[in-house]
């Protein structure tokens, strides 16, 4: 894919939405970095509503300390996986009373350093938290970049790269933003919705359904 056609493909998403940001509800970047550990293998929707309990209570690391892995669980029992979860925030916050006063740290190692932290994770913080052009490749990026041709690569740390080379630097910040909303919107991955698509013509996905 050209030069000219990647910025004509971000040109449009961002007309469509010109401030994407995370569907994840969250006032600090604590509570932003306990969303997305919780958002693993979960929806965005079930993680809100949690967390809009927990936080009246417990947002920072000192209270989530207080309330207890018991206590904890109690919160976010409908989340899937929240036994490791539960233990991983624990031990975060713990980390973060412990080396960091209690703030959230804006580099990657330091937050890769964090249980329940990974790659994936750390981008989003550094992206929505602290303003880096960093992107988090989860399965709609990862399909969407394939899809259109915009990054194609084997996994996702292959296509994560490619994005930061081939997105003009103009639309880097939000990329992640307008990427994983098209994937979870418009490019689905069953029956994705080619005919309300803003980049349809622009898109090298061989296998699009033909507008009518």
Known sequence: MNLAKRHKIFERLKKANPRP????????????????????????KSVNKATAELFKVANTPPQIIDLGLRGLKRY????GLYNTKAANILKTCRILVEKH??????TREEL????????????????????HPTIAVDTHIFRVANRTGLAPGKNVLIVEKKLLKMVPEAYRHDAHHWLILH???????RKPRCP?????????????VIKT
């Open 112 to 131: 890769q350093a964090l249980p329940g932290v990974g790659r994936k994770t750390a981008n989003v913080i550094l992206n929505t938290a602290f303003g």
């Open 76 to 79: 976010i029992k409908t989340i």
């Open 183 to 189: 994937g979870r919107y418009t490019c689905l991955a």
């Open 21 to 44: 940001t995370t569907e994840l509800q969250y006032h600090t970047p604590f509570e932003l970095l306990v969303s997305v550990i919780f958002s693993a293998q979960a929806t965005d």
């Open 101 to 106: 006063r209690g703030q959230v740290p804006d």
């Open 196 to 208: 309300d698509c803003v980049i349809y013509d622009l898109c090298e996905y061989r296998a699009k």
